[in-house]
T-cell receptor, first 115, second 115 residues
Framework: AQSVAQPEDQVNVAEGNPLTVKCTYS??????LFWYVQYPNRGLQFLLKYITGDNLVKGSYGFEAEFNKSQTSFHLKKPSALVSDSALYFC?????????????FGGGTRLMVKP | NAGVTQTPKFRVLKTGQSMTLLCAQD?????MYWYRQDPGMGLRLIHYSVGEGTTAKGEVPDGYNVSRLKKQNFLLGLESAAPSQTSVYFC??????????????FGPGTRLTVT
């Protein structure tokens, strides 16, 4: 069975500083990995994905994520945080053999960016 | 395009009452999903559909039924609501595996309270 762990319930960072939100995964075969963001009282918005190719993936709003196969990690990063980045972030994984494109989500990490 | 829409946005039910949540998408996606989101537990898949007229159980299907009579609609039913079904419900859709695009797109959610 596939699983995702987001070890930090909350990450605090000052505006302008770099941010990292951690994600590790467990899946049989090659993983497809995703990051989503959820603003208050909204649905999840797709940020970026890793399917194959370059281990550094760039996405929306200046976010990027680094796939590390040996560490089974897919950490979300941004060089300079904005207050408006404050939200709930979810990592998700899809088994390559998954017939229905089903995703398994981590528990979420709340990012707080302080001015 | 409206994307994925959900009705209603809020609902309060009494224990034992029934209701249907409606999800609609205008992106011509083959696959559709129903999730529930509870604090600290991320999103859990209730049921999903890989095409019109087909549905399958997800991780937490008990107490729910679904139907996909039209490609663009996916209905989630609660036949006899219980307080444990108090949650925020999200619908999502995606292209099929064959199209090579794996991310899911989410609706704004329905907040359901069962008293």
């Amino acid at each position: 069975a596939q699983s995702v762990a987001q070890p930090e319930d909350q990450v605090n960072v000052a505006e302008g500083n770099p941010l990292t939100v951690k994600c590790t995964y467990s899946v049989s075969g090659n993983p497809y990995l995703f990051w989503y963001v959820q603003y208050p009282n909204r649905g999840l918005q797709f940020l970026l994905k890793y399917i194959t190719g370059d281990n550094l993936v760039k996405g929306s709003y200046g976010f990027e994520a680094e796939f590390n196969k040996s560490q089974t990690s897919f950490h979300l990063k941004k060089p300079s945080a904005l207050v408006s980045d404050s939200a709930l972030y979810f990592c998700a994984v899809r088994d390559v053999n998954n017939a229905g494109n089903m995703l398994t989500f981590g528990g979420g990490t709340r990012l707080m960016v302080k001015p | 395009n409206a994307g994925v829409t959900q009705t209603p946005k809020f609902r309060v039910l009494k224990t034992g009452q029934s209701m249907t949540l409606l999800c609609a998408q205008d992106m011509n996606h083959e696959y559709m999903y129903w999730y529930r989101q509870d604090p600290g537990m991320g999103l859990r898949l209730i049921h999903y559909s890989v095409g019109e007229g087909t549905t399958a159980k997800g991780e937490v299907p008990d107490g729910y039924n679904v139907s996909r009579l039209k490609k663009q609609n996916f209905l989630l039913g609660l036949e006899s609501a219980a307080p444990s079904q108090t949650s925020v419900y999200f619908c999502a859709s995606s292209y099929s595996k064959a199209r090579g695009s794996y991310e899911q797109y989410f609706g704004p959610g329905t907040r359901l309270t069962v008293t």
